[in-house]
């Protein structure tokens, strides 16, 4: 992968987060995400459902800011993600996954509307729309997520999806 295409690759990685497109990745966009999804489900964020999203919103922010707030102004800017999220994702994809996993398993868990044990494709790609995927991908993604065929996606396949999504390689790697 040439620089420009890594440059390119890093920059969605980073708006995935900046749900707000304010140039950083704050507390307020991991909260907007979670009440993205509580609207899209109709779930309340008093339900137990809706606290467990917050609660993993929050733990997914305290994460990422742990490992990229570099100069502690409770924001990561684009260059804090490239030199310190990006970087440490990608060199330690078992780190992503205990930050990311309480805010997915409580996303999964407001979109398995059949309680089935998982999400269904197409609830994933509700998920991912709301999230800011362009809708004709959203449903693409959220297909090839289902990596074992069984017509659920479980926490497991989301976690190591979302992982090789954001632990992209750098140039030369």
Request: aromatic share 8%; net charge negative; hydrophobic share 45%.
């Amino acid at each position: 992968m040439d620089s420009a295409e890594y440059e390119r690759k890093i920059a969605a990685r980073f708006a995935t987060f900046d749900q707000d497109g304010s140039g950083y990745i704050d507390r307020e966009d991991f909260s907007a995400a979670a009440k993205a999804v509580l609207a899209e489900f109709g779930t309340t964020a008093r339900s137990d459902k809706g606290q467990a999203v917050f609660a993993g919103a929050e733990a997914f922010w305290q994460g990422m800011a742990g490992i990229a707030d570099v100069d502690g102004d409770q924001r990561v800017s684009r260059e804090e993600f490239i030199t310190g999220a990006a970087k440490r994702l990608r060199d330690s994809p078992e780190r992503f996954a205990e930050i990311a996993r309480p805010f997915l398993r409580a996303v999964i868990a407001v979109a398995d509307a059949e309680g089935g044990g998982g999400a269904a494709p197409a609830a994933a790609a509700r998920v991912l729309r709301v999230l800011g995927t362009p809708p004709e991908l959203a449903t693409q993604v959220a297909s090839a997520l289902d990596a074992d065929g069984d017509g659920r996606i479980s926490e497991d396949e989301i976690l190591t999806a979302f992982a090789a999504y954001c632990g992209v390689e750098a140039p030369d790697a």
